[in-house]
């Protein structure tokens, strides 16, 4: 499922664009999900709680108080593979976007055409993109960049993935999530699987990750170390 963000300060813009990409998604026979924000202030606060479920984001570079470059600056802080794409009304502006790593820009009014070719483009990138660990909650899919994870923890049918922003919780098997992420991953304990390259210090039955203090059984020890020692080598 493509999962797509109109931020526009103008309802008809908004309204405009998302008919558009229904009317494509329809078209294509894809399952997409379509979120409307009003200010850069409003979606920046809805992207606090939900980081990781927006794929391609439509914004509108000219609205009041908080800019669109501005914005997408702040989106890049928290979000790195978030696709953005900028729509202006003014054609000295198209350039700007770059810097922040935008997929592109449309003129305002963007052609259904214009909107299709930005979604071939998206799900390219997507495809050549970082590595992301998928894990569904609830009727959401979360993509998270798998160099973004700090640790998985296991608590019960439960499996916590902390990453600096945010924890992600959802049902599984934290043995099914090891296998699934292969080497980069190191099992430490029966409840926890850590990032190796986000290793901060190896004590005998302590591992430091992001501050965060994690035990180290002795089942798990000696593999953990040498799988540990050599991430830190192949650095």
Request: glycine fraction near 6%.
């Amino acid at each position: 499922m493509l999962r797509i963000g109109i931020c526009d300060d103008v309802s008809d813009a908004r309204l405009s664009v998302r008919w558009a990409l229904e009317r494509i998604l329809d078209r294509r026979r894809m399952e997409g999900r379509i979120f409307e924000f009003s200010s850069g202030e409003g979606l920046l606060r809805w992207m606090q709680a939900h980081t990781g479920e927006v794929d391609l984001l439509f914004l509108d570079m000219e609205m009041a108080d908080l800019d669109g470059m501005e914005t997408a600056r702040r989106l890049r802080a928290v979000q790195s593979c978030l696709q953005i794409v900028f729509l202006t009304g003014h054609a000295e502006h198209v350039f700007d976007g770059y810097a922040v790593g935008a997929l592109g820009y449309l003129l305002k009014p963007a052609r259904e055409q214009q909107l299709e070719e930005v979604l071939d483009r998206c799900l390219a990138a997507m495809c050549r993109e970082e590595k992301v660990f998928l894990c569904r909650s609830g009727e959401t899919l979360y993509r998270i960049p798998q160099q973004s994870i700090l640790y998985f923890q296991s608590d019960r049918r439960q499996v916590l993935c902390v990453t600096a922003q945010r924890t992600y919780t959802f049902y599984g098997r934290l043995d099914d999530v090891a296998r699934e992420l292969g080497a980069g991953f190191v099992r430490i304990h029966q409840r926890y699987l850590v990032r190796a390259a986000a290793v901060e210090r190896v004590e005998s039955s302590e591992v430091t990750v992001a501050g965060q203090v994690l035990p180290m059984s002795r089942s798990c020890q000696s593999a953990a170390l040498l799988e540990l020692t050599r991430s830190l080598l192949e650095e």
